[in-house]
Structures are given as C-alpha cells and as structure tokens.
C-alpha cells in the first residue's frame, strides 16, 4: 500500500511511522513548509493520503491534495474542525484522530500515538464505499479506533469536550491570584497551549463554542443563584451528579468486550455506505471493522460490520439487516 502524508509534524510524522512500521506501507511525506518532496510527487501513485497542514490553510491543502491525488485515492485531514472541510468528492472522507502530546514537531512523533485513540470520520453522502472502508481499515491498523460521525455532530460535541475547556483554562489562569493547589493545576494544564493553533480552532468552531459558551454561562448563574439563597442541598445535588455524570463518562469511553458482526446486502450506489455508517454513529454505536463483498455483475454487495456484542440487535435494526 501507498501513503501520502501532507504536512508532517507531530501528527502527520506519527501518521507516516505507524503506516511504515504497523501497516508495512510505502510513505512518501511532503510538507509544504519545509520544502522537501512536492504534493503531486507525494501523491503518486498513492491508495490513502492524510493531510496534517495547519487548520488555518487546511482547506487549501486540502484541495491541492485532491486535485493530485489519483482517481482511487482515499483522501482525509486530521483537523479538529470538520464541516468547513465537508467537499463533493467521493475520496474525501474528513477525519480527527483524538490524540496528541503537548510536545510538537516530527521529531516528537511515534507509531504508537494512535493507540487506543477514538479517531472520528466525517463521511457525506458522496463518500465511495470501498474507500471508506480502505479509510477505515487503515485507521483501525493504526492502533485507532475509527468512529464515524457527521461533522456538524462532530463539531457541536468537540466545542463542549475540547475547545470549552482551553477556553475554561485560560479563564480561570486570568482570574487567579495567590497560591494555586492541585485542583488548580489539573484544570488549566491545557491553558494557553499552542496560540496560533488554538486561535484557529477558535475560529473555525466559533458559532458551536458560543453556543457551548452559552450554556456554561447558563450553568454557572444557577449556581450563583444557590450560593446567593444559601441552597446547600441543591449543591450538593449538583456535585453528586457531576460525580456520577462523570464516572458514567469515563465507563462509556474505556467500554470494550466482545464484537458480533452484523451482515446485510446493499445496492451499489454512491453513499449508501457512508449512511449506514452514519446511522450507527448517530446512535452511539462504533464499527470497529467494516468488510465490502461487491456483487459479481457490480450492482449491489454484501457489507459487514462488526460492533459491541452488546449493540448488535440494535445496530441490526438500525441498518434494517
């Protein structure tokens, strides 16, 4: 198999050794930044490319990899804002690997950064079936677990979980004064991380995190309300269930066990996949393997996907298998 990766710091040069080292791939790496290989050179001949560019020229790249990239390439980006990088092409599948180091640079990048890691894909309509599963199985090879997701999903819960918390971090580092304890440093370690990333993560994402913002907002004046009356019963209230909430997280994000396969035959049309792979997402149901079976005369196949033990009645119904 070949790999083309654009843009190769600390993701896109993990992405690079973990295809070299764990897939036996052949990678050609360009980074337009340093000079180095060309985009086209990169592409040639390529089966799947990653384009790791900043998220501020993200989408140029984006296109200047499709307009290389061979008519059987599989093409995704690691940014952690996806749908102002949805495109009509059927190769393009968005993508964001959960994983990171607070160190950056190709020189900080390992194979085994992936491992374990949710890696989520924002397939369209127009997504080829044959080259999201490529996608998918090539993640999956990685030591990732791929979950598919559409991207305006994606980029309401990333404002909640990832880009409110920077913003939360920075607050409270701004407000301090005195001494500062573990409490303190647990919930700003990420305050003030890479600025020229964060501002365009900002940016990208704004509309989803002002309305994240908003509800913090929200949350905190009901607060403020208890503590003005002197409610300590419904304090309490409040921090048993943010223990329990997120206990309840954490339980839900370690989840593992047995897989089942689910099997069902679909016509060969364009998307037909991707939406069966949405469908699952949207239910909180991950595929942890996808298999495409096409038909002898090419007009229909058979397309298997293996999930929780536990989730397979259910993803059953949701696929109509």
Request: hydrophobic share 45%; proline share 5%; charged share 25%.
């Amino acid at each position: 198999m070949n790999v083309a990766v654009v843009g190769v710091g600390l993701i896109g040069g993990s992405i690079a050794l973990a295809a070299r080292e764990r897939l036996g791939a052949d990678v050609r790496e360009s980074d337009p930044a340093a000079g180095g290989m060309s985009v086209a050179e990169a592409l040639d001949g390529a089966g799947v490319a990653f384009v790791a560019a900043p998220l501020g020229v993200l989408g140029e790249v984006v296109d200047e990899v499709l307009a290389a990239a061979p008519a059987d390439c599989v093409v995704s980006d690691v940014g952690s804002v996806k749908a102002p990088l949805l495109r009509d092409d059927e190769r393009f599948c968005g993508g964001h690997p959960l994983a990171g180091s607070e160190q950056r640079g190709r020189e900080h990048a390992r194979a085994d950064l992936f491992d374990g890691a949710t890696w989520y894909l924002t397939p369209t309509s127009t997504t080829g079936g044959i080259l999201l599963e490529r996608l998918h199985r090539v993640i999956a090879g990685f030591g990732a677990r791929p979950r598919s997701i559409d991207a305006s999903e994606h980029d309401r819960m990333l404002a909640a979980v990832s880009h409110l918390p920077h913003v939360l971090a920075n607050v409270l580092v701004k407000e301090a004064r005195g001494a500062i304890g573990p409490s303190f440093r647990d919930a700003t370690r990420v305050a003030g991380a890479n600025p020229p990333l964060w501002r365009d993560i900002y940016l990208a994402n704004r509309t989803e995190l002002s309305r994240a913002i908003g509800a913090i907002r929200a949350e905190l004046a009901a607060v403020d309300r208890a503590l003005l009356e002197g409610d300590g019963e419904w304090l309490e209230d409040w921090q048993m269930f943010a223990a329990e909430r997120r206990r309840e997280l954490l339980e839900a994000e370690g989840a593992g066990g047995a897989l089942a396969e689910v099997r069902m035959v679909v016509p060969n049309r364009p998307g037909v996949v991707a939406e069966l792979a949405l469908a699952l997402g949207r239910e909180g149901i991950n595929i942890h393997d996808m298999s495409l079976s096409p038909s002898a005369d090419n007009t229909r196949g058979e397309i298997a996907f293996w999930v929780p033990e536990a989730e397979a009645a259910r993803a059953a119904e949701v696929v109509g298998a």
